[in-house]
């Protein structure tokens, strides 16, 4: 089989003039990707090392670039999976620096699929993973924008509404991969959306919502969360291909349900024949391809 990777760094409409920084940050992790499959590493790793090196982008919204929740503090969501149906992920972790690899760690023990909060971060504390502050300037100053009276009184059903009378804040990074004995995996790390009720989770820790990954094919979203995880996007595209569709035809079916909710998302995906899918209806996402 030829090896082939896909990396996003998140759909939306990003800050004016950010969108070259965005696509030669996707670059320089898909670089990072192929090496491994290159070198012979599997799907796994090379889905992991993508990750990990888009978390370390400061333009991008995962890690270290993660927007902040409401009361200031970043809190993280990862998701990864293999082709053999193992699957890892964590649920709003603060000062981690890449959270994927947490998501990697709970994938290999193969005892349970997902961790949230303060004890997933002492987890990562315990396994020697690097802890980090995660506040960049340009997220510290987007907080500081959207700091209203409502989300300083921490007024739930005010700042629901600002939330929704905004454009949505969107952002995440994702990679899919097929190595050379043609097994897939798919990961996707995010800060999930600006401004955010504390403790609010979207699609993607959730498998079957932002990540899914089959025999067949390998998925990875990015768009609304909330509404990403109701349709559970990645395992439907996934249901869709087992049921005879093409991997476009799929994402169409994918994407109709999205727009029917008036909403956003954006999917990379790849097929055990090695067919790429890139796709999203928003202005803007940034890609980057290696077969
Ligand atoms: N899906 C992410 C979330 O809702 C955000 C995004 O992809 O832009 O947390």
């Given amino acids: 089989m030829k090896p082939a990777l896909i990396v996003h760094g998140g759909c939306g409409t990003p800050p004016a003039g950010e969108e070259p920084e965005r696509m030669a940050a996707c670059e320089r992790a898909a670089t990072i990707g192929w090496q491994v499959l290159r070198d012979g590493g599997s799907a796994l790793d090379a889905v992991e090392a993508a990750v990990r090196q888009l978390e370390d982008e400061p333009v991008l919204n995962a890690g270290t670039g993660s927007y902040l929740q409401a009361d200031g503090v970043a809190r ?172 476009n035809e799929a994402a169409e079916a994918v994407m109709q349900e999205v727009k029917k909710l008036n909403s956003f998302a954006g999917i990379i995906a790849i097929d055990a024949e090695g067919n790429l899918l890139v796709t999203k209806n928003t202005p803007f996402m940034g890609v980057a391809i290696r077969t």
């Fill in 76 to 247: 993280m969501d990862a998701s990864i999976m293999s082709s053999d149906g193992r699957a890892g992920s964590v649920a709003q972790v603060p000062w981690l620096k890449n959270p994927i690899s947490l998501s990697r760690y709970l994938l290999e023990q193969d005892a349970h699929v997902m961790l949230c909060g303060q004890e997933a971060l002492q987890l990562a504390l315990k396994l020697g993973h690097q802890t980090y502050v995660v506040a960049t300037p340009a997220k510290v100053q987007y907080w500081l924008d959207h700091l209203d009276e409502a989300s300083r009184k921490l007024d739930y059903a005010a700042m629901a509404h600002s939330w929704k009378q905004d454009n949505p804040r969107l952002g995440t990074v994702g990679c899919v991969a097929i190595d050379a004995a043609g097994k897939l995996a798919a990961g996707t790390s995010t800060g999930g959306t600006g401004q955010c009720f504390p403790g609010r989770i979207g699609d993607t820790p959730i498998i079957g919502a932002g990540t899914y990954c089959t025999p067949k094919v390998a998925v990875s979203m990015t768009g609304v969360g909330e509404r990403i995880m109701v349709l559970l996007s990645a395992k439907r595209l996934c249901d869709l291909v087992d049921a005879g569709h093409t991997l």
